[in-house]
């Protein structure tokens, strides 16, 4: 298939690859703050660093997420909903992309396969048939994937924790009537992706290629399994010299559930060339 690539830094990124909304609109782990954490795994800054091993241990869930950025004057926010299974790193969301500046008409929503190194998007628009998908490879686009599909794939969400610094405990809070520790800090994109594991590290790479900073804000809610069931990462890049900020949220509910992911056959993968 034949992808347009762009040639400035940041003209891939936060959706302008999913129908142009926006277009058209070293350190380790310490507790600080004078809030003290109990002995769960979930309470421990330490677990931090751990959140993608925990998730791999709880095989699967549901997930929601949502994505917002401003530019341009206008802020958007694109929302998805889904499954994810963290042992075959793969998932499954439904895309829903924002109104039309005229607050006439919606998008229709995206479906993203999520796999290793490659996102597949259905109802992609922009000259590509209903019924063929379109196949992008994370690992040459200049964000790694972690915002250019509307969506940060949820495990490598918490694979970007691996390289969390000056974490802080903010507190302990209920969250959809589950008790969770919210931890605050940094993460570095170049330190994640050496500490990620293998089918991670080279969007990650990409990523710390592509963006214009390393350091990524973020706020992670552990349960007391030490499970991520909410992060919220802040990306900032230059589009055309301009600032883009991008935050980025995981809701991860339901462990255990089943998720079926499916990957399309070669026949339905669409071999033109994507409009942007």
Same mark, same amino acid.
């Given at each position: ?13 936060? &959706? ?15 507790? @600080? ?9 979930? #309470? ?15 095989? @699967?869930?549901?997930? *929601? =997420? ?7 004057? /206008? *802020? ?22 924002? *109104?039309?500046?005229?607050? =006439?008409?919606?998008? $229709? ?13 259905? !109802? ?5 048939? &209903? ?7 994370? =690992?040459?686009?200049?964000?790694? !994937?972690?915002? %250019?599909?509307?969506? %940060?794939?949820?495990? %490598? @969400? ?38 990620? #594991?293998?089918?991670? $590290? ?26 991520? *069931?909410?992060?919220?990462? $802040?990306?900032?890049?230059? !589009? ?7 935050? @980025?949220? /995981? ?8 998720? %079926?992911? /499916? ?12 409009? /942007?």
């Amino acid at each position: 298939m034949v992808v347009r690539q762009h040639g400035h830094r940041g003209a891939a990124f936060a &959706a302008l690859a999913v129908a142009g909304v926006v277009a058209a609109a070293g350190g380790g782990c310490s507790a @600080s703050g004078g809030v003290a954490a109990d002995d769960r795994p979930g #309470s421990d800054p330490g677990a931090v660093l751990k959140a993608a091993d925990a998730l791999r241990v709880a095989g @699967s869930s549901k997930a *929601r =997420t949502s994505m917002e950025m401003a530019a341009g004057g /206008t *802020r958007v926010t694109i929302r998805g909903e889904g499954g994810y299974d963290f042992g075959r790193r793969m998932g499954r969301l439904q895309v829903v992309l924002p *109104r039309d500046p005229a607050g =006439t008409s919606e998008h $229709r929503p995206i479906t993203e396969l999520l796999s290793p190194g490659v996102l597949y998007m259905k !109802n992609r628009g922009a000259g590509v048939p &209903a019924d063929k998908w379109v196949r992008v490879d994370s =690992t040459v686009l200049e964000d790694g !994937n972690l915002v %250019t599909g509307g969506v %940060t794939d949820p495990l %490598t @969400s918490a694979e970007l924790l691996r390289a969390a610094r000056d974490v802080t405990f903010v507190g302990e809070q209920d969250l959809a009537g589950v008790r969770v520790w919210h931890y605050r800090g940094v993460t570095d994109l170049g330190r994640a992706a050496r500490a990620a #594991s293998a089918d991670a $590290r080279g969007a990650l790479a990409a990523a710390a290629k592509g963006f214009g900073a390393d350091a990524v804000p973020f706020d992670a809610y552990l349960d007391e399994a030490g499970r991520l *069931r909410k992060v919220r990462h $802040r990306f900032s890049y230059l !589009n055309q010299g301009e600032p883009v900020e991008v935050a @980025s949220t /995981t809701l991860l509910y339901a462990f255990g559930e089943r998720v %079926t992911v /499916t990957l399309p056959p070669e026949d339905d993968i669409f071999s033109g060339e994507i409009k /942007t």
